[in-house]
């Protein structure tokens, strides 16, 4: 799976992307609102090999990773859960590296998926389940175009404690956001 976007070359990510992986992913401060934060290499190697092996199959997560066109840095990743047996909606989660936070590339990673989704995919909604104690989430979530559609009061038990949880969608026929 490739997708190309101006800046950006989003693709499967390998054995040989792990350590590139660590190195954004074990930062647990900047990462407190992600669910997976490695302590070793060999949890890189497992995460990725337990991903999904193809792209669009229900039930399944897929990552993929965020690279820079041009120099092939890894920029981060963004990961594609696949809902449900009939498969007409997707949710979304993004991890960017802290070093190229602020450059819209989060921006231009999701709006290429997103586009990916809804035009060749033709998925019916996609989603984002943001913490709301994360204000950049939020913000691009909204810059984007995506819907906050509820709030959830302590809907979630995370890290040990019970945690709201508000959920951001765009439906194909909203898509491009105006």
């Known amino acids: 799976m490739q997708l190309y ?28 609102f992600q669910g997976w934060i490695p302590e070793t290499l060999e949890d890189v190697k497992n995460f990725i090999q337990r991903n999904s092996k193809e792209f669009n199959q229900p039930e399944s997560w897929y990552q993929l990773l965020i690279t820079d066109k041009e120099t092939k840095a890894v920029i981060g990743d963004i990961g594609v859960h696949f809902i449900g047996e009939e498969n007409v909606q997707a949710e979304f989660g993004i991890t960017i590296n802290t070093s190229f936070q602020g450059k819209g590339y989060a921006s231009e990673a999701i709006k290429a998926v997103i586009g990916h989704l809804f035009n060749d995919l033709h998925k019916h909604r996609i989603t984002a389940s943001v913490d709301p104690d994360n204000t950049p989430s939020i913000q691009l979530m909204e810059r984007i175009g995506l819907r906050k559609e509820g709030h959830f009061v302590k809907s979630l038990f995370w890290k040990n404690n019970w945690v709201d949880d508000v959920i951001y969608a765009v439906l194909r026929e909203e898509w491009p956001a105006k």
């Open 5 to 32: 976007t101006e800046r950006l070359l989003l693709r499967d990510i390998t054995l040989d992307d792990q350590q590139d992986i660590f190195n954004y992913r074990s930062d647990a401060e900047a990462n407190k």
